[in-house]
Nanobody
Framework: QVQLVESGGGSVQSGGSLRLSCAASGYTYSPYCMGWFRQVPGKEREGVAS???????TYADSVKGRFTISRDNAKNTLYLQMNSLKPGDTAMYYCAAGDGDVLGYCSKGGMEYWGKGTLVTISS
């Protein structure tokens, strides 16, 4: 059974940094897509960053230049380095994995497995 467990969330002031980790287990093979998504109450879950099996990252416009996604397949771990954090980044952050959508993109629809989330709170 595939499990994704996030860690590293917390409360920091605006301008600060956090590093999220996602430990994956139960795979028989590394998924093609892994990604981070976030959600605030009353809004849809949105993509933050994803990385495919070739190591190619994709970022939401709102986090470009501030966040860096990386994966260590040997350790089955996904990371998200978040710098220059803003109050608007406050959300529950979820790790996800899957084989991609019908077009081969690492979109929300292409993720099969989800973690339970880690809360990130940024104060001004």
């Amino acid at each position: 059974q595939v499990q994704l467990v996030e860690s590293g969330g917390g409360s920091v002031q605006s301008g600060g940094s956090l590093r999220l980790s996602c430990a994956a287990s139960g795979y028989t093979y590394s998924p093609y897509c892994m990604g981070w998504f976030r959600q605030v109450p009353g809004k849809e879950r949105e993509g933050v960053a994803s990385i495919d099996g070739d190591g190619e990252p994709t970022y939401a416009d709102s986090v470009k230049g501030r966040f860096t996604i990386s994966r260590d397949n040997a350790k089955n771990t996904l990371y998200l380095q978040m710098n220059s954090l803003k109050p608007g980044d406050t959300a529950m952050y979820y790790c996800a994995a899957g084989d991609g959508d019908v077009l081969g993109y690492c979109s929300k629809g292409g993720m099969e497995y989800w973690g339970k989330g880690t809360l990130v709170t940024i104060s001004s």
